[in-house]
């Protein structure tokens, strides 16, 4: 252990950092050991990670001095923020530029950042394109994400600049996933018009991450974006019928009729999906199936992540 290179996971409860821990821990020849940061080391998920053999540290994202701590010493470091615990682009910008300043003043030499396009570069505030949200964002959870990467070329930190895409699983956890309409019949509703939409499992995003570290320092400076697939809705609608054994139809809405759901972020994701359907070729060209599959052999498929997690996803009877 002593002479692995430390990466430095936060989050490492959550889905990504997750999966990244336990994808260094299940690889028994890695150069490299998990220091896994949690605020609550007596969680289940901590327990189980020190379990596996990871360094498990208390750290808080909003504590300068708790992240520095916690880089001590380390190698690498895997960064990602929480909008959706808070809604707050400022938060998050707050918690960059710490992490950038942390990672550059204890020397890391390789860190992958998870961010996000700042749809503005598309989208200017003064375009009614679609509606601005919290004053001066567009898609405010990936607006401050693309806004903070400047913090780390500033500082000069090396850094890989990581998109992710839409989970799938959020089919089973965020009430994504079909839906009866009044006739009874199975939908999934989004507002992406025939559009591809590059998905993901939630597992594989800690691989791809791995995949980086693995690959070394040719991948600082780069933006890698990882899928699993690029699906059109009614795609994934005929895929979902034959994991169900039931019909599944494609409810295309408007950006507007999304944004008009009501759930807490429903504005967020409705510009989101609208941001994902009008500027396809910019999401889909970044985020690239064949060298996800190079960091990640695992990688699943839509279909492959339905035959594994498909009997998860809530259906009304």
């Known amino acids: 252990m002593a002479d692995k290179k430390i990466i430095v996971v936060f989050g490492a409860t959550g889905s990504q950092g ?3 821990a336990h994808a260094i821990l299940n690889d028994k020849n890695s150069e490299f050991s998990v220091r896994a940061v949690t605020r609550d080391p007596s969680s289940d998920k901590a327990k189980k990670l020190d379990q596996s053999g990871a360094e498990v540290v208390a750290a808080d994202i909003d504590d300068f001095q708790s992240i520095k701590k916690a880089l001590k010493g380390a190698y690498g470091a895997y ?9 707050s682009p400022e938060t998050e910008l707050k918690q960059a530029r710490d992490l950038a300043k ?16 700042d749809t503005r570069k598309w989208v200017p505030l003064n375009s009614d394109q679609m509606p601005t949200l919290q004053d001066k964002y567009k898609v405010p959870h990936f607006d401050a994400k693309g806004e903070a990467n400047q913090f780390f ?3 000069k930190v090396p850094t890989t600049f990581f998109h992710v895409s839409f989970y799938w699983d959020n089919m089973i956890h965020f009430g994504l996933g079909p839906k009866r309409d009044d006739n009874g019949k199975l939908a999934i509703s989004f507002p992406m018009g025939d559009k591809k939409m590059a998905g993901i499992s939630a597992d594989d995003i800690g691989k791809c991450a791995y995949g980086i570290f693995k690959k070394g320092k040719k991948m600082i400076g780069k933006t890698i974006g990882v899928a699993g697939d690029q699906l059109t809705c009614k795609e994934m609608a005929e895929a979902l019928s034959d994991a169900l054994g039931e019909d599944v139809y494609y409810n295309e809405m408007s950006p507007e009729q999304f ?8 504005d967020d994701l409705g510009n989101m999906f609208q941001f994902y359907r009008d500027f396809d070729e910019v999401c889909n060209s970044t985020r690239d199936v064949n060298f996800s599959k190079e960091l990640n052999p695992e990688l699943k498929s839509f279909k492959m992540w339905l035959k594994e997690y498909g009997s998860k996803i809530p259906i009304d009877d």
């Open 18 to 20: 997750g999966g990244l």
């Open 79 to 87: 960064f990602v923020t929480f909008f959706w615990d808070h809604f």
């Open 102 to 117: 942390a990672a550059k003043q204890e020397g890391v030499e390789h860190v992958v950042w998870s961010t996000l396009e």
């Open 153 to 155: 070329i500033s500082e």
């Open 259 to 266: 944004r008009g759901l009501g759930f807490p972020g429903a």
